[in-house]
C-alpha cells in the first residue's frame, strides 16, 4: 500500500539548524520516542523572558510525563545585560532566542514567542502592558494557545507581584486573560481563519522559593521532579543545569541537582489536581473504540523493539502511520513525531547543504545534495529538490554516500535572507509580523524537499539548507545558510560629534563597499544625509567578487546647524544591481549558538552640540561589554584599554581619568589586587569613575572599589523620562565644563539608572535624585568624594546605553564627570 509521509517543515529530521554540530539519535533516543506516542496531553508553560523558564519542570513533563510540552516567552529578552558581549536590545535578543532554543534542545520542550519587545526592567504590569499594548499581546497569546491547544497552562509568576519584574507580573496576567479568551469565538475572530478556539482545563501557578521569597506551602499540589530517567542516563536536575547553563550571555550557569526535588503549584483556574497534573481531564482516547488498535500497535512496537536493530520495527511504524492517519485523534504534530521515529530507526542521513555561508542573489549558489542509508531498510526513489534544481537516487546501495553537487541560480528578485520579526521596522513595545508568523522563534526560508520511498511507502518531508564545513579544531559543523544582497555598504565611525564651540573641526567619514558580484560597469555613490544626497562618485567602477573599495567623505563641522542631528548612509546604484543598494549584514558569531546574521541600513548620527571637555588621555578597564570607549574617542579622548599589567603607578599617571566598565568588578577579579594602585591614582590628582556593578547572584561585588564605603543596592530607576532632581546645583559635577540643565536628561532611552548606591559614607556628595510613579525619590545614582588630590565617581547612570545612542545630554553630563583640570 502507498503512503504519503508529508510535513511543511520537519525540524525534527536531518540536521539541526540550532546546534552547531550534527543531530543524532541514538537507539535509546529512538526508543523514548516510541514511549511517547503512548501519551496523549499537552502542557504550556508561560513566563517573560528567556531564562524564566523552569527547566526542571519542562524536562520532566516532556520526557518523564512524555506529554507535548511548550514555552512560551513573551519576549526574547532584548533589554536584559549581556555578560558575554557588548549587544544590547535587538542583538541581545537574538542571541538570547538562540540560547532559548539551545536549552529546549536538551529539555524537548518547544519554543514560542509573542511579538512583545524587552524595553527594560520595568516595576509593574501597567508599564508593560501600556508599552506592549495589551491587547496586541494579549492576541499573540491566545494565538499561540489555539495553535498548540495545550490542557494546562502554567505560569512561572504570580499575578500579585511577587515575581518582582513588570514583565513577569504581566505574563501571568495575559496567561488568566487568554486562558478564557482562548475559548470565546469573539475574542480575536480574524485567528479563526486558521485556528479554532480551545478552552485549556487547568491553569497552575508553578510556586517558587528563590532570592528572599518563599510563595510555597505544603499544602499546595507537589511533584518530584528530580527523578532520575535511565534511558536518557541523566535525572531531570542534571538535565535542567545542562538546559539552564546554555543562557551564557545572562551569565545562567548553574551546578546539577541530583534526588529529590519538588515542584509546588497552586491552582488559578479550573479544578485543583490531587494526584497529577492532568486530574480529571480527559487527554487519553483510551476510551474510543478505534482507539484500541492504536494502542495495540504501539505497545507491539515497544515489546518488539531492538535496540541494536532499530530498523527492524520500521515497518510495524508504517503500519503504525497508516492507521493513525485515519483516526481524528491523532494529531498533526503526532504523526510528524511517527514520520520522524521511522526516519531515525531507518537510519536515513539526508541534508542538502551550501558550499559557501553567503550566496548572493542574482548569483550562482553551490549545493551539495546527500542521501545515506544506514540499515538494511529497503530504501529508493530518492528524490531532492531545492533552490529550483532536483535531484534522483533511483537506486540506494545501503550504507553507500549519495552525493550530487549542483550549482543554481538565485533569481535577482528573491529576498534576502531575515529574521520574520525584523522584516518590518519594530514599534515601541513591539515587532511587527503577520498573524501566521507569530509565536515562531525562527522561520526558515532556504530549503529542501525530499521525497522517499521505504518499503514501497513513499515518505515526504521538507528541511532547512544549512552550511557545513569542517573547522581544525572543533571539526564538522554546521551554520545558518544565507542569501545575502549584492552589495553591502558600511559606514565608519557610527557615532560622530561635533562641538558648537570649535571652529572649521573636520572628521572623516568612512563608506566600504563590497560588491558580492562581480562588477565593471557604471556605478554612483551617494551619501545620504538625513533626506538629502551627495554624489561622490559616478563613473566606471571594476570590482572582483566580494571586493571593497573605500570612499571617504569628508565632514566639516561649520556646515552642521548647532544642537542639530544628522544621520549619514550609503546608496549604490548599478545596472547589475536588481534595485538600489542601502543595506549591510550584521553578524553575530558565539561558539555556543549558531551564526546569527540579519540585513540592516547602516548609518552614523553626528551629533553637533555645547559640549566642553577638560583633559585628553582616559584609561578604560573594559567590563562586560559596553561601547563606551569608542564614545571617548568622538570626545576627543585618546583611550588606553587596560589590563591587569597596566596598573601600576608610573602608567597611571599619564591619564586624566581611569574608567572601569560596566560590571568589571563583577568579572575581574584581579581588581581586587590593584585597590592601592588605584586609590593611589586618585589620591595623587586622578579622577576614577567607575560604572554600575552588580550585586547579585550573578556576580556579587567582592572587591573593595571605592575610598570610602558604600554598598551596592539593586535599586533602580526604570522610567527614563523621570524628573531629576539636582541636589547640589552648584557641585562641579553639574557646571564644569558643561552647565548641566534638565533638558540634558530629555531623550534617554530605556531607564535612568540601575544597581545604586546605598549605605553611603558621609564623604560622598549625592548630586541627583530622581524617582519612578509612586515610589520614593533615590538619590544614589550618582555619588562623587574627593580623596586626596583627585575624585571618585560612582554612577549607575545607565551611560553605557545612552552614549552609544548619542543622547546629547548624557555626553555633556558624563564629560563633567571625567573632567580633570589638572594644576
Known amino acids: 500500500m502507498k503512503v504519503i509521509f508529508s510535513c511543511l517543515l520537519f525540524i525534527f529530521f536531518g540536521t539541526s539548524i540550532n546546534a552547531q554540530t550534527s543531530s543524532k539519535n541514538t537507539a535509546a533516543d529512538i526508543y523514548q520516542q516510541i514511549k511517547k506516542l503512548e501519551v496523549f496531553g499537552s502542557v504550556l508553560y508561560v513566563a517573560a523572558h528567556p531564562d524564566d523558564e523552569n527547566t526542571r519542570l519542562l524536562g520532566y513533563l516532556a520526557n518523564e510525563k512524555k506529554v507535548r510540552t511548550g514555552y512560551l516567552s513573551l519576549t526574547r529578552g532584548d533589554g536584559g545585560q549581556n555578560l558575554i558581549g557588548d549587544e544590547q536590545g535587538i542583538d541581545l535578543g537574538l542571541i538570547r532566542t538562540q540560547e532559548l532554543l539551545s536549552a529546549r534542545s536538551i529539555d524537548g520542550a518547544e519554543q514560542f514567542f509573542t511579538r512583545a519587545y524587552d524595553f527594560g526592567f520595568c516595576k509593574n504590569p501597567e508599564e508593560a502592558m501600556k508599552i506592549w499594548e495589551h491587547d496586541k499581546v494579549l492576541a499573540d497569546v491566545v494565538w499561540v494557545i489555539r495553535k498548540f491547544r495545550p490542557d494546562v497552562i502554567i505560569t512561572r509568576f504570580p499575578t500579585t507581584g511577587e515575581g518582582g519584574h513588570g514583565h513577569h507580573t504581566a505574563s501571568a496576567i495575559l496567561a488568566g486573560e487568554a486562558f478564557d479568551a482562548a475559548a470565546n469565538p469573539a475574542m480575536f475572530p480574524e485567528q479563526l481563519k486558521y485556528v479554532q478556539v480551545w478552552q485549556a482545563k487547568r491553569l497552575l501557578w508553578n510556586t517558587f522559593n528563590f532570592g528572599n521569597t518563599n510563595t510555597t506551602k505544603e499544602d499546595q499540589f507537589k511533584i518530584d521532579c ?81 535496540i541494536e536493530n532499530p530498523s527492524a520495527s520500521v515497518k510495524s511504524l508504517i503500519d503504525l502511520y497508516n492507521k493513525a492517519a485515519t483516526l481524528a485523534f491523532v494529531t498533526p504534530q503526532r504523526k510528524m513525531l511517527i514520520q520522524q521515529i521511522i526516519k531515525n530507526c531507518a537510519g536515513i542521513y539526508a541534508e542538502v547543504t551550501a558550499v559557501n555561508q553567503l550566496n548572493t542573489i542574482g548569483d550562482s549558489m553551490k549545493l551539495r545534495f546527500n542521501f545515506i542509508n544506514r540499515s538494511v531498510t529497503n530504501v529508493n526513489n530518492i528524490t531532492i529538490s531545492c533552490m529550483g534544481s532536483t535531484v534522483n537516487f533511483k537506486e540506494v546501495v545501503s550504507n553507500e554516500n549519495n552525493e550530487i553537487i549542483k550549482t543554481v541560480f538565485v533569481p535577482a528578485d528573491t529576498k534576502v535572507t531575515q529574521p520574520y520579526f525584523l522584516v518590518s521596522p519594530k514599534k515601541l513595545g513591539s515587532y511587527v509580523a503577520d498573524l501566521t508568523e507569530v509565536g515562531s522563534p525562527e522561520i526558515f526560508t532556504t530549503t529542501a524537499s525530499f521525497s522517499i520511498k521505504i518499503d514501497d511507502n513513499t515518505f515526504e518531508f521538507t528541511q532547512p539548507v544549512s552550511y557545513k564545513y569542517t573547522d581544525p579544531v572543533k571539526g564538522e559543523l554546521y551554520e545558518p545558510v544565507q542569501l545575502v544582497a549584492p552589495a553591502f555598504i558600511n559606514v565608519s565611525p557610527q557615532l560622530m560629534i561635533f562641538s558648537n564651540n570649535k571652529k572649521s573641526e573636520q ?119 559596553d561601547k563606551v570607549p569608542q564614545a571617548l574617542e568622538q570626545m576627543g579622548y585618546t583611550v588606553t584599554i587596560l589590563t591587569e599589567k597596566d596598573i601600576n603607578p608610573n602608567n597611571l599617571k599619564q591619564f586624566d581619568v581611569v574608567i572601569t566598565g560596566v560590571r568589571a568588578y563583577n568579572i575581574h577579579t584581579w581588581l581586587s ?115 586626596g588630590k583627585g575624585r571618585f565617581v560612582y554612577t549607575g547612570l545607565v551611560f553605557f546605553r545612552e552614549l552609544p545612542a548619542g543622547v546629547p545630554g548624557a555626553y555633556r553630563l558624563f564629560a563633567n564627570l571625567i573632567a580633570n583640570k589638572k594644576k
Not at 554600575?692 to 539593586?714: C, D, H, L, M, Q
Not at 546645583?729 to 557646571?735: G, I, R, S, T
Open 226 to 306: 528530580g527523578l532520575y530517567n535511565p534511558i536518557i542516563g541523566k535525572s531531570y536536575g542534571e538535565m535542567a543545569a545542562e538546559s539552564r547553563s546554555r543562557h551564557k550571555s545572562q551569565g545562567f550557569g548553574v551546578p546539577a541537582q541530583r534526588g529529590k526535588a519538588i515542584e509546588y503549584f497552586t491552582t488559578i483556574k479550573g479544578d485543583k489536581p490531587v494526584y497529577d497534573l492532568m486530574d480529571g481531564i480527559d487527554v487519553s482516547p483510551f476510551n474510543k473504540p478505534e482507539a484500541s488498535d492504536y494502542f495495540a500497535m504501539v505497545s507491539n512496537i515497544l515489546q518488539s523493539y531492538k
Open 507 to 625: 572628521k572623516p567619514l568612512k563608506f566600504e563597499v563590497q560588491s558580492n558580484i562581480a562588477l565593471n560597469e557604471k556605478v554612483q555613490f551617494l551619501a545620504r544625509f538625513n533626506n538629502e544626497q551627495k554624489l561622490l562618485f559616478d563613473s566606471v567602477l571594476t570590482l572582483k567578487k566580494n571586493e571593497q573599495r573605500t570612499f571617504i567623505y569628508t565632514i566639516n563641522g561649520n556646515e552642521l546647524p548647532n544642537n542639530s542631528t544628522t544621520t549619514i548612509g550609503g546608496e549604490m546604484v548599478a545596472a547589475s544591481f536588481y534595485e538600489h543598494q542601502y543595506g549591510s549584514l550584521h553578524k553575530i558569531s558565539y561558539d555556543h549558538i549558531p551564526d546569527i546574521f540579519y540585513n540592516y541600513q547602516d548609518k552614523v548620527k553626528v551629533l553637533k552640540m555645547d559640549l566642553k571637555t577638560e583633559g585628553t588621555k582616559a584609561g578604560y578597564i573594559v567590563g562586560a561589554g
Open 673 to 787: 589586587n590593584v585597590y592601592p594602585v588605584l586609590m593611589d591614582y586618585v589620591k595623587t590628582g586622578g579622577v576614577l569613575l567607575t560604572q554600575y556593578n552588580t550585586n547579585n547572584s550573578i556576580g556579587p561585588v567582592k572587591a573593595n572599589i571605592s575610598p570610602f564605603p558604600f554598598t551596592i543596592s539593586r535599586n533602580r530607576i526604570t522610567d527614563e523620562t523621570a524628573a531629576v532632581n539636582f541636589l547640589i546645583p552648584d557641585h562641579p559635577a553639574l557646571n564644569f565644563p558643561n552647565k548641566i540643565v534638565a533638558s540634558d536628561f530629555d531623550g534617554w532611552i530605556q531607564e535612568r539608572s540601575i544597581y545604586n548606591a546605598e549605605n553611603v559614607d558621609p564623604a560622598y556628595k549625592k548630586i541627583i535624585s530622581m524617582k519612578d510613579p509612586g515610589e520614593q525619590n533615590q538619590d544614589g545614582s550618582l555619588i562623587i568624594a574627593d580623596y
